[in-house]
């Protein structure tokens, strides 16, 4: 939570790589120092090893903020939806995955081998190997966003332009009618616009879209200063609210599966039930750019809310003692196993990538390092407080009051729209958000 706006802040003023590759240096680090927590019985080891990976995790706000850099909004989502994917996998597949740990017990020397030990000695040689192929992978050359939002490009050669801009100003070469009109990228319409530089025409050629998503059918109009506050405060408020209630759902979900299944309380089949339940969510990370073919982000945020909403009343009436049905039928159970679905592996997915990618796009394409670290802090902040104020609740009790709140989401995405909607058609003042250059 803390580490995520200074890594922002961070990667806005130093190389990307050196961002990620002493992060990932630190992770593996810290996970060493938890593989030998056990061993030592110690638990200064133990919070020391928890707080600097629990840090260094925050490099998800720079991860956020360099694809932001290196995309267009038209392939933004995607790309974000790839992200998504790689971060499930270590949520929600990731304790599947580790289930064979505890059947392994020997041990090396002094250290013993067993699931206690294993999570971090993984984590530890799985970082090292990533280190030098992220550090070979970053290149240096100039992402999207420092470059015209549009692609322009001047004709004859750039060195041409820069003598020109480059000359005397008593020669009076270029006056106040030199202009480059800089245009944002609003629609799919080819724009030439010529430039008189030096009593000579140059014409950028602007680069349209090969494809449009359903979100460019309806021209999108630029917003005014006031509602893209108003958007990013939006967006933050949701995410908080969105990783708080899956973090609900992830306290809840082991105790419950094992009380529903009283002669099978083994952890290992929790963590293939959550295996199975991160494995179908991937689809949805992947599929998420031709879901957004299909319907505009605040509808498909709209929808998801409402997926979650209604696993979490399914996972309410999971519970045996509310429909006063005894824990051997298989109600409980069939209905504990479609909210999942509908909660974890389908609302929860499309919901968290849909949110970053629309405040993604708010942001426009200034560099967004800082700001993704403020809403990765908000989401760390639903991940701490949401679970701890349903605790004492009944489990039923808790699921009704995070299908509430997934409600009240979604109604706060549709009234977001609604406002801006009524704001155009009023002809508020609009300016352009799309900071060039």
Same mark, same amino acid.
């Given at each position: 939570m803390v580490g995520a706006p200074v890594l922002g802040?961070?990667?806005?003023h130093r190389q990307p790589a050196e961002v990620f590759c002493l992060s990932l240096i630190l992770i593996a680090i810290g996970s060493l120092v938890y593989a030998f927590a056990a061993p030592f019985d110690s638990l200064i080891l133990l919070h020391s090893s928890r707080f600097v990976v629990g840090t260094m995790s925050a490099s998800i706000a720079p991860c956020r903020a360099h694809i932001a850099a290196w995309t267009d909004k038209s392939e933004r989502l995607r790309y974000l939806g790839y992200l998504g994917a790689a971060q499930y996998v270590g949520f929600a597949v990731a304790p599947g995955l580790a289930s064979p740990f505890g059947l392994i017990d020997t041990q090396v020397w002094f250290m013993p081998i067993n699931q206690l030990t294993l999570p971090g000695i993984f984590l530890f040689f799985g970082a090292l190997v990533f280190v030098p192929v992220l550090y070979l992978m970053l290149s240096k050359r100039q992402p999207a966003s420092e470059t015209l939002e549009n692609h322009v490009s001047l004709e004859p050669h750039q060195a041409a332009l820069d003598d020109a801009i480059d000359?005397?100003?008593? #020669?009076?070469?270029?006056?106040?009618?030199?202009? %480059?009109?800089?245009?944002?990228?609003?629609?799919?319409?080819?724009?030439?616009?010529?430039?008189?530089?030096?009593?000579?025409?140059?014409?950028?050629?602007?680069?349209?879209?090969?494809?449009?998503?359903?979100?460019?059918?309806?021209?999108e109009e630029p917003l005014s200063e006031r509602l893209v506050l108003l958007g990013l405060g939006t967006y933050i408020v949701l995410n908080f609210l969105a990783r708080g209630l899956l973090a609900t759902l992830e306290t809840f979900v082991a105790p419950i599966f094992i009380s529903l299944r009283e002669d099978d309380d083994n952890v290992a089949d929790v963590g293939e039930f959550l295996l199975a339940l991160g494995l179908f969510g991937l689809v949805f990370f992947f599929a998420i750019?031709?879901?957004?073919?299909?319907?505009?982000?605040?509808?498909?945020?709209?929808?998801?809310?409402?997926?979650?909403?209604?696993?979490?009343? !399914?996972?309410? /009436?999971?519970?045996? #003692?509310?429909?006063? !049905?005894?824990?051997?039928?298989?109600?409980?159970?069939?209905?504990?196993?479609?909210?999942?679905?509908?909660?974890?592996?389908?609302?929860?997915?499309?919901?968290?990538?849909?949110?970053?990618?629309?405040?993604?796009? !708010?942001?426009?394409?200034?560099?967004?390092?800082?700001? %993704?670290?403020?809403?990765?802090?908000?989401?760390?902040?639903?991940?701490?407080? /949401?679970? %701890?104020?349903?605790?004492? /609740?009944?489990?039923?009790?808790?699921? %009704?009051?995070?299908?509430?709140?997934?409600?009240?989401?979604?109604?706060?995405?549709?009234?977001?729209?609604?406002?801006?909607?009524?704001?155009?058609?009023?002809?508020?003042?609009?300016?352009?958000?799309?900071?060039?250059?």
């Open positions: 802040f961070w990667y806005n000359g005397d100003s008593d #020669d009076d070469k270029y006056s106040d009618a030199t202009q %480059m009109t800089l245009l944002g990228r609003q629609s799919t319409t080819t724009t030439i616009t010529t430039v008189p530089i030096n009593d000579k025409s140059y014409t950028p050629v602007v680069e349209s879209d090969i494809e449009s998503p359903t979100n460019d059918v309806e021209a750019g031709y879901l957004n073919r299909l319907c505009k982000e605040q509808t498909l945020l709209v929808i998801s809310f409402v997926f979650i909403a209604v696993g979490s009343v !399914l996972l309410s /009436l999971a519970d045996p #003692d509310l429909l006063s !049905l005894s824990k051997d039928s298989l109600i409980p159970f069939s209905l504990f196993v479609a909210g999942c679905t509908l909660f974890w592996s389908i609302g929860s997915p499309i919901c968290q990538t849909v949110i970053i990618s629309s405040y993604s796009t !708010l942001l426009g394409s200034a560099p967004q390092g800082t700001m %993704m670290g403020w809403i990765a802090f908000a989401a760390s902040l639903g991940r701490i407080t /949401l679970p %701890m104020s349903v605790a004492a /609740l009944p489990d039923w009790a808790a699921f %009704m009051t995070a299908a509430m709140l997934a409600v009240v989401s979604a109604i706060l995405v549709a009234a977001y729209g609604t406002y801006v909607k009524w704001a155009h058609a009023r002809n508020t003042n609009v300016t352009m958000r799309f900071v060039v250059g």
